[in-house]
């Protein structure tokens, strides 16, 4: 697990090398397991192969994000999506502190897959700066449904090196939270 933990990067490069189909069910059988509030699992994912689809997403990045060459190069984006209202509500009515909450679980189940699909072989990186509606719109994201993020997955072309982290002394309190 620590290898796992501490060797998965972000990837934005990929080979021109598809992703078989019981690659991607081993990944969902997976990620269905995932923990999520109240056993609600509020996610859905589209699976996004198709090349005009990818270009017309990729086209949908903030201009500087530098997922965009990567977004359309992928053999294959998750569109991870969620019912803001299923999650943190009990009977139709907010119970947590955050309204929000299924962002929680959407996160959760998207470092699932990523984390799983390191173990697959495969790259991947998660993307969040894009027009949202555009891209729910190209995906017919129905309403009462959310596309939050999209996560390129491929065989990686790069093996990036690790980003600088913080030391666990500078994030962990114990107690209390420190005086600043």
Known sequence: M?????????????????VADEVL????????????WGNLQCWELVVVKDGEDKRKLAGMLSPKNPAGKCTESAPVLLAVCGSPQKSGYYKGVQVTRYQHWFLYDLGIISQTLCLKAW???????????????????????PEGVELVALIALGYPDQDPPAPKRREVSEFVHFGRFPAR
Not at 2 to 18: A, C, M, Y
Not at 126 to 138: P, Q, V
């Open 119 to 141: 173990e697959l072989g495969l790259g991947s990186v998660i993307i969040g700066s894009f027009d949202h509606k555009a891209a729910e719109e190209l995906l017919g994201v």
């Open 25 to 36: 069910a081993d990944l969902f059988e997976t990620a269905r397991y995932s923990p999520s």
């Open 2 to 18: 620590d290898e796992l933990f501490k060797k998965r990067r972000s990837v934005r490069r990929f080979q021109d090398r598809p």
